[in-house]
T-cell receptor, first 114, second 116 residues
């Protein structure tokens, strides 16, 4: 079955870079996603990467994908207090019928200190 | 556009009571989903509806039923609530998947349910 793992907590100082890591097990995943959840809110898509890519950059966000090791990371440059949230990685486990089923990791709580 | 809306935001039930969580989306999406979020366990899929008129079980369907009332609305029912169902429930919707392409899921704000 599919399993997505993340470390539970990360603390960084404002202005530093944050790196959040994720490992997944389904080698047939086609898309991998990073979602952000702020306190008391639902999840919001930050970025995603197609499985045939190694890297994707989007402003302060850099996603690295190592398919051999099934390892995904999210780097946030110049981390700000507004980046404090829970970050979830998720893998697409392929459509069943026409739904886009995702398997989510446990989430990493990012704490940004002054 | 409101996106995905959920009602209620908070609910406290006694063991054995029943209730229905409501979800609606205004993005004309075909697919809708119900998840529960528990500390340290991420989000787990309860049920999903690939399109209007169809529903399928996810990872943790026991104790729940769903209804896809129309294209906009997808409800989750707890027939006899148990303390193990204390959780935060999220509804989401997405475009129809094509081939192996999975589309972004849009999430509602969640319903915090406590069963005593």
């Amino acid at each position: 079955g599919e399993d997505v793992e993340q470390s539970l907590f990360l603390s960084v100082r404002e202005g530093d870079s944050s790196v959040i890591n994720c490992t997944y097990t389904d080698s047939s995943s086609t898309y991998l996603y990073w979602y952000k959840q702020e306190p008391g809110a639902g999840l919001q898509l930050l970025t995603y990467i197609f499985s045939n890519m190694d890297m994707k950059q989007d402003q302060r966000l850099t996603v690295l994908l190592n398919k051999k090791d099934k390892h995904l990371s999210l780097r946030i440059a110049d981390t700000q207090t507004g980046d404090s949230a829970i970050y979830f990685c998720a893998e697409s486990i392929g459509p069943t019928g026409t739904a886009s089923k995702l398997t989510f990791g446990t989430g990493t709580r990012l704490q940004v200190t002054l | 556009n409101a996106g995905v809306t959920q009602t209620p935001k908070f609910q406290v039930l006694k063991t054995g009571q029943s209730m229905t969580l409501q979800c609606a989306q205004d993005m004309n999406h075909n697919s809708m989903y119900w998840y529960r979020q528990d500390p340290g366990m991420g989000l787990r899929l309860i049920y999903y509806s690939a399109s209007e008129g169809t529903t399928d079980k996810g990872e943790v369907p026991n104790g729940y039923n769903v209804s896809r009332l129309n294209k906009r609305e997808f409800s989750l029912r707890l027939e006899s609530a148990a303390p193990s169902q204390t959780s935060v429930y999220f509804c989401a919707s997405s475009e129809t998947a094509t081939g192996r392409y999975s589309y972004e899921q849009y999430f509602g704000p969640g319903t915090r349910l406590t069963v005593t």
